[in-house]
């Protein structure tokens, strides 16, 4: 979805807003922890939220995460250029670009990335 697309209003980020702050309890000591504040709308944040949803462990150490708290580099393919995102996901320590195309798309990869974690088969 491109920049212009988002800037209408996707019907769940008031669901997403509405999170902010929340924690759930989950399976074998897991947590996850919502912050997503509207911000004003800029190069770095075309959705105008700001956002981190995590995972953690019973020892509070996080896990899995989704945010747009700090700019990230992907690693440069062999002649590519690096781009500079916002958007990313940590996966324990390794870190990766992550196309924010909706609120509802990101709650739908959060939650399929969170029971990936603790249900895994």
Same mark, same amino acid.
């Given at each position: 979805?491109?920049? %212009?697309? /988002?800037?209408? +209003? @996707? =019907? ?9 702050? =929340?924690?759930?309890?989950? +399976?074998?000591?897991?947590?996850? %922890? ?9 190069? &770095? ?5 700001? /956002?981190?949803?995590?995972?953690? @462990? ?8 989704? @945010?747009?708290? &700090? ?23 390794? !870190?990766?670009? /992550? ?9 739908? @990869?959060?939650?399929?990335? !969170?029971?990936? !974690?603790?249900?895994?088969?």
């Amino acid at each position: 979805m491109s920049k %212009k697309e /988002y800037a209408k +209003e @996707d =019907e769940t980020l008031e669901t997403l807003l509405d999170l902010d702050g =929340e924690i759930f309890p989950m +399976e074998n000591g897991y947590w996850t %922890k919502f912050e997503a504040t509207r911000i004003a709308r800029s190069q &770095h944040a075309p959705h105008g939220i700001k /956002y981190s949803l995590t995972l953690h @462990d019973r020892n509070g150490m996080r896990i899995l995460g989704f @945010d747009n708290a &700090h700019a990230f580099k992907p690693k440069r393919k062999k002649h590519g250029s690096r781009k500079t995102t916002w958007d990313h996901k940590h996966k324990r320590s390794i !870190v990766s670009p /992550y196309e924010l195309e909706s609120a509802s798309q990101l709650l739908k @990869d959060f939650w399929t990335e !969170v029971y990936r !974690v603790i249900k895994p088969n």
